[in-house]
């Protein structure tokens, strides 16, 4: 078990007054729970990752975790999954805990779409290939009359309208590159293997390795790549000639069963080294890895069913994200710069003294590591408005509302001592005034330790 | 377990006999892929077809040329293959089939009857 000790913490009650003894408060702390310094920090605290694009949009309006969702990856799948959650002795109802998730563009073949525009992407590719469509049901107990349940449906969109790029000048695309061709390779063995070996026929065992020979020396002699060449040829003297030779067949029924007996070994082998090859294209291409510039965008809404009926509904909550963010890879380490974007209108009827609110945040924030060092900072914009009440008199609508903004920021120093201890020092001001949340700053320097964890050997002997 | 093969014959229709013929092989869904043949002039081609000479109608009348494709799944969207045969630049066949795993391949070996 780890076990985190917190040293030193030091707590200042307002920001950039850390020596300000009137109005500061100086605390040490010895702390024994990892798990609660951790809540003392983030209490009351909204990070640019909470303000991201959110990956189910219609899960995050909803409010809901669900934990299973349906997610249909063709046409036939997306109508059954729809017909039996909604049709209900030939009627439309609202399902009453229902999530699915899925891409509307791989629901349909794309016989144009080649795996060298799939990994880099041009700007509407990616809009199409990344898309995904949310939806998600569930009911409420109405604040205001506890006796009503309503029932209520989050519908959310999401996509990159960039995703960043396999650029070749880091290690990632090395490996990505190194592990693209060697899947070649592999798929260039087992295509010849079955050129060579499927027309042959033979009526001993003899013949079949003397034309089978014949065919791979030509083959070989027809490839200009030498590197595939050296591959070929020792896939061929490890695994085929070996497998033939030790076989006796003197009929033509017994050549087909030593053919298809070698073809399955040969299937078996490529099959588990292709899979690691596809496993590993799938880990360097994807999103974590890639650098440049990333523009993630996702729209939701929710919807209120005040009769549960699915034919009267109204949307009392919608918002839309816009994540903008640049990688770069230095020295062996992502740099990170990220920027949020996001409006929510809210009317829904739990905001007892509003009509509705207007919330948008605003953001920008950096991430850094070099080896023992590590830096990242963050400031968040905000800004509520929040409508009364709305009058008309006579040709004039008076609106009476009331406007917030405010901001914050922060930032983390972090060095790692040794490979169990780490030095933090955080600074900054969270919201002060406003809409969600109600603390504020925040000066903090700990020690983390970590005590050994979990070992093979300790697992083995429980 | 072997991969799954799957096998189909093309019967493509020479129209012009002076005129020179060419293969191209094409993965869709954002798959990799790669072929293997033996040409009519007997020389193997291994990994991208793209372009590659058959030879005169006349010439490869009445000849079958056999060609074994695989693809694999490195796209994690999708389990959905494909392969389309092009000759001179018209799509004449497209093939497609699901992995059975993820991350597994699948073959397809195919015969072109030049009739």
């Known amino acids: ?462 | 377990m072997n991969m799954k093969n799957v096998v189909n014959k093309i019967d493509f229709t020479l129209e012009i006999l002076p005129k020179e013929y060419s293969l191209t092989i094409t993965f869709g869904e954002g798959q990799p892929g790669n072929s293997a043949l033996k040409n009519f002039d007997g020389k193997y081609q291994t990994g991208s077809i793209n372009n590659l000479l058959l030879g005169k109608g006349k010439s490869i009348k009445g000849k079958k040329l056999l060609i074994s494709s695989i693809v694999t799944d490195a796209n994690e969207n999708t389990n959905h293959t494909s392969v389309t045969y092009t000759i001179n630049g018209n799509e004449i066949k497209t093939f497609e089939d699901d992995v059975d795993t993820d991350n597994s391949s699948i073959y397809y070996t195919t015969t072109i009857n030049f009739i």
């Not at chain 1, 040490?28 to 990752?49: D, H, V």
């Not at chain 1, 506890?146 to 999401?158: L, Y």
């Not at chain 1, 929510?344 to 009827?349: E, G, K, P, Y």
């Open chain 1, 1 to 462: 078990m780890t076990l985190i000790l917190i040293i030193v913490q030091y707590i200042i009650l307002q920001p950039l007054t850390l020596f300000d003894m009137k109005r500061g408060l100086f605390q040490i702390m010895i702390l024994f729970s990892y798990f609660g310094i951790c809540q003392a920090q983030n209490k009351g605290e909204t990070t640019l990752a909470d303000l991201q694009s959110p990956s189910s949009p219609a899960f995050t309006i909803l409010g809901v975790q669900p934990n299973e969702i349906s997610k249909p990856y063709s046409l036939n799948a997306l109508v059954t999954t729809m017909y039996s959650s909604f049709v209900d002795n030939n009627n439309l109802v609202i399902p009453k805990n229902f999530a699915m998730e899925f891409s509307p563009y791989w629901i349909n073949s794309h016989h144009k779409l080649f795996f060298d525009e799939y990994i880099n992407p041009s700007c509407w590719q990616s809009i199409k290939q990344n898309s995904s469509i949310s939806l998600a049901t569930t009911q409420i107990v109405n604040k205001i009359d506890t006796s009503n349940i309503n029932s209520k449906m989050g519908i959310g969109f999401r996509t990159m309208i960039f995703n960043g790029k396999i650029e070749d000048n880091n290690n990632i695309y090395s490996i990505f590159n190194q592990e693209s061709n060697l899947l070649i390779v592999l798929q260039k063995n087992a295509t010849l293997f079955k050129i060579l070996i499927t027309p042959i026929g033979a009526d001993n065992i003899d013949t079949l390795i003397a034309i089978y020979d014949r065919e791979f020396k030509s083959a070989i002699k027809d490839l200009s790549d030498e590197d595939e060449k050296e591959s070929i040829i020792h896939f061929n003297e490890a695994l085929v000639l070996p497998f033939l030779k030790k076989n006796k067949a003197q009929s033509k029924s017994q050549v087909e069963l030593v053919k298809n007996n070698l073809i399955q070994i040969i299937d078996d082998e490529l099959e588990n080294k292709l899979k690691e090859k596809a496993k590993n294209i799938q880990k360097y291409s994807a999103s974590t890895k890639r650098t440049g510039f990333f523009l993630e965008f996702a729209y939701s809404l929710l919807l209120d069913f005040p009769t549960n009926n699915i034919d009267y509904s109204k949307v009392t909550k919608w918002g839309v994200w816009l994540t903008p963010s640049y990688r770069w890879y230095y020295k062996n380490q992502y740099i990170d710069i990220l920027g949020i974007t996001r409006y929510i209108r809210n009317s829904s009827t739990l905001i007892i003294d509003s009509i509705f609110t207007d919330n948008f945040d605003y953001g920008i924030g950096i991430k850094f590591e070099d080896g023992k060092y590590s830096i990242n900072g963050e400031i968040i914009g905000r800004y509520q408005s929040r409508t009364i009440s709305k009058e008309q008199i006579d040709d004039v609508t008076i609106t009476k509302s009331k406007k917030y903004s405010d901001i914050h920021y922060s930032i983390n120093l972090n060095y790692k001592i040794s490979e169990n201890i780490i030095m933090s020092y955080s600074f900054g001001s969270n919201f002060q005034k406003n809409t969600e949340y109600n603390s504020s700053l925040i000066s903090m320097l700990s020690l983390s330790y970590g005590f050994g964890g979990i070992t093979n050997k300790s697992i083995k002997g429980m």
